[in-house]
DNA sequence: CGTTTTATTGATACTATGTATCATTTATAC
DNA sequence: GTATAAATGATACATAGTATCAATAAAACG
């Protein structure tokens, strides 16, 4: 995950920002969100937690994963098993990339996706508010382990 | 849907040429995936089975909705309140639009995808193999009728 | 055809995933 | 520091999906 574009601090702000409250919990999953290499779940996500803060409740995590999914803080990973992992968004418009082999997930660039959106609404006639774009493939360093 | 273009039997030919035996509990779920307008999901395929067979397991209609995902026959539809919605695929590739106002699906011509995809490969690197692109908004009629 | 073989089915129990409730705790405002 | 109200954690609950296994039904075979 890209966390070098991805600042803690921000997320805090807009939690902040919504009216939210500031909480260790709140600090403790961000944390894990944006320094996780792989897409994950809220229960990954309450595992995790808990080595760093053992009292964490689970319902507790299922709702801030809710929350910072509201907030576009967080995205859903459409896969194969399931579509209860998430990944955090990034600033900028991006698609996803997740290799099957290593699980980790990589941002593309989306103006592509822009224009065949832009496209597919002239020839449809449909008004398209949202998509979901998912890739899967082997990434470039696994292609060359192989 | 459009049912027209997809055929029964073709389906039933499909799983007896995969060594699958033919049953009734295939011939209905079929008939309801195929002339359903709105994506369902394996409950709801349950529910509608039991109309007209009883009896119905529902383990068995989870058993056959994997089964048609496995060989192609139905696709799941990825959307905003969860992914255990499903729609027969049509011969050709296409991608899905679901209309958020009335639910139905509406299939699209998917050569722009294709073309996304390949742009995509060559500009990251890594080796895709699969996608999922879904859209989502207001389909023509629902526009006007607004 | 009737019989044998074997995949499929249905009932049940179970696991996993996610949600509602509510007393307790904790962040914020005062 | 105290009051207040939101967030939390424990529990129970609801929903979605899976494993097991005896009973059933489709196909193969004589």
């Known amino acids: 995950m890209p966390s070098k574009t991805i600042n803690p601090e921000d997320w805090l702000a807009a939690l ?8 260790t919990v709140q600090q403790t999953l961000i944390d ?12 990954q996500a309450w595992d995790a937690a808990r080595q760093s803060r053992p009292k964490t409740g689970r319902a507790t995590v299922y709702r801030m994963v809710e ?8 995205r859903r990973v459409h896969g194969y098993q399931g579509c209860s992992h998430f990944v955090p968004t990034l600033p900028e ?18 103006q592509p996706l822009d224009d065949l959106i832009q496209h597919s609404e002239h020839t449809s006639g449909h008004h398209i508010t949202d998509s979901r774009l998912q890739l899967f493939g082997a990434c470039a360093d696994c292609q060359h382990n192989a």
């Open 93 to 110: 418009l991006m698609m996803l990339f997740i290799c099957l082999d290593c699980g980790r997930a990589d941002y593309l660039d989306s």
């Open 32 to 43: 894990i969100f944006v320094h996780s290499e792989y897409p994950l779940s809220a229960e």
């Open 16 to 23: 902040d920002a919504s009216g939210f409250r500031v909480t």
């Open 67 to 74: 929350k910072l999914e509201n907030l576009g803080l967080i």
